[in-house]
């Protein structure tokens, strides 16, 4: 079993920076890739930003690339997720996710995930 805790999230203007932390409880976290998505009200989720296990590898919805950079610290068992030049259309609930299976973080999937954590607001106002 993984637990999966979000945390960094809160309140900021357009233009500001917000860095989101995965803190994970698992037995050896490197054997797990890792996701970052966002949901807004009456919206699907979306995926945003996926690392391999050892950090290797990285993938970037398009409508994230340049502003939102995802990396990992095995050591902490964290995955973080640094957003800049944050716009309100950014707003929404941003979770993480853990899986074994490199394919989910490969095909940018929604779905299937094993492990995801509870969730953190972001709200970036005009």
């Known amino acids: 079993q993984v637990q999966l805790v979000e945390s960094g999230g809160g309140l900021v203007q357009a233009g500001g920076s917000l860095r989101l932390s995965c803190a994970a409880s698992?037995?050896?976290?490197?054997?797990?890739?890792m996701g970052w998505f966002r949901q807004a009200p009456g919206k699907e989720r979306e995926f945003l930003a996926g690392?391999?296990?050892?950090?290797?590898?990285?993938y970037y919805a398009d409508s994230v690339k340049g502003r939102f950079t995802i990396s990992r610290d095995n050591a902490k068992n964290t995955v973080y997720l640094q957003m800049n030049s944050l716009k309100p259309e950014d707003t929404a609930v941003y979770s993480c996710?853990?899986?074994?299976?490199?394919?989910?973080?490969?095909?940018?999937?929604?779905?299937?995930?094993?492990?995801w954590g509870q969730g953190t607001q972001v709200t970036v106002s005009s």
């Open positions: 996710a853990a899986d074994a299976r490199w394919s989910l973080i490969m095909t940018r999937s929604t779905e299937g995930y094993d492990y």
């Open positions: 698992a037995r050896a976290f490197s054997s797990y890739h």
């Open positions: 690392i391999s296990g050892g950090g290797f590898s990285t």
